[in-house]
């Protein structure tokens, strides 16, 4: 059984020597621990960085293509690696890797395709009131579209087995921790979770430039997943909003019909924005239904990729759409090289 520990990168030159040096080369249970960096188009030394602390295997972006983009290569390269197992993790140090053996049991175990880290957010020092209740908000948020009981979704250490890995389509490019519990969530894969305490920050969050940014951009990325897993209940909550208020208007005027109090063109506003808000919550249902037939069209596709990367990443397709620098390969030629009887 092979367990790959990958880490997306940006400039992360001066923290991810303090981040390699914790990662594990052994776990119980497991045959092999490789580590994988994906450079996500940095302009510092992080390739060679990453190389020269023993990284078995660099994916680089030929620019910055985000967090989420850069998570889903990992996924790709991984699984064209033949990883069973894939832990995911960030190159700022901020998961302690003692907690990596913990992460991975319920999956050697059998008891769950994907374990998320709970950071505890309240314990968490250098979190803002304003990010702590943000990550609540994203963490409830998930749990209710998702079905899901996570309890910190947001949280990016997180081990996931092979069949999970294939299972995912990042579709946000903003970051793939909420989306693809919500992805779990609908494709019925169990889902299991640790506490652990974070280290200490070392530089400051690259998702956000200040609290307004960050309120900004979490909120569409909640509101965009709640339409795009849930468009048939997200578009009914707004139609009645529309029907409620239409009908009210409509009911007030036929009461004042009835004790005489609307006379001829008396009124009429009500009976014109009562109609009209009645007509345009009907629209919004019908685009709802809409949403939801297109929603289903979508899961069929997801299915048709699955297959596909399984006969993709069976070997069936050995080639992929990026470059995967491997030091095991480099290692293997050299061995080869000095001892040709080993090699044959």
């Known amino acids: 059984m092979k367990l790959i520990i990958q880490i997306p990168c940006y400039n992360e030159e001066l923290a991810l020597p303090k981040t390699l040096a914790e990662l594990p080369r052994e776990i119980p249970g497991v ?13 510092d030394r992080t390739s060679e960085v990453a190389y020269e602390h023993g990284v078995d295997h660099i994916v680089r972006h030929t620019t910055n293509k985000g967090l989420a983009d850069a998570f889903q290569t990992g996924l790709n390269a991984c699984l064209q690696l033949g990883a069973d197992i894939i832990v995911n993790t960030d190159g700022d140090n901020q998961y302690p890797s003692k907690y990596i053996h913990a992460l ?18 309240d314990k968490i020092e250098h979190f803002s009131p304003v990010k702590k209740l943000l990550q609540k908000l994203g963490s409830a948020t998930v749990r209710y579209v998702s079905g899901t009981q996570v309890p910190d979704a947001p949280s990016g250490f997180r081990a996931m087995n092979r069949e999970a890995a294939m299972r995912f389509n990042i579709l946000t490019d903003y970051t793939y ?3 693809t519990v919500i992805q779990a969530g609908k494709k019925n894969l169990t889902i299991a979770h640790i506490p652990i305490m974070t280290n ?33 209940r997200s578009f009914l909550y707004i139609s009645a909003v529309f029907f409620a208020g239409g009908l009210g208007l409509l009911i007030r ?39 939801d037939i297109v929603a ?43 001892n040709p009887e080993a090699h044959e």
């Open 104 to 121: 991975v049991d319920p999956i050697l175990q059998g008891k769950a395709d994907i374990v998320i880290a709970d950071r505890q957010v």
């Open 200 to 232: 200490p920050a070392l530089r400051k969050s690259r998702l956000m430039r200040n609290s307004m940014q960050y309120i900004m951009r979490s909120a569409k990325t909640i509101l965009r997943l709640f339409i795009l897993y849930e468009p048939l």
């Open 177 to 179: 921790t909420l989306e």
């Open 296 to 338: 289903t069209n979508r899961r069929l596709i997801e299915e048709t990729l699955y297959y596909l990367k399984r006969q993709h990443f069976q070997g069936e397709c050995p080639n992929g759409d990026f470059n995967i620098y491997s030091r095991l390969e480099e290692i293997k030629k050299k061995k080869s090289k000095h």
């Open 31 to 43: 045959d092999s621990v490789e580590w994988l960096v994906v450079d996500d188009g940095s302009t």
């Open 253 to 291: 005027y036929m009461i004042l019909v009835l004790l005489g109090e609307a006379g001829r063109g008396s009124h009429i506003q009500s009976v014109i924005i009562g109609a009209s808000a009645v007509v345009i919550g009907f629209l919004i249902m019908l685009i709802g239904l809409l949403s």
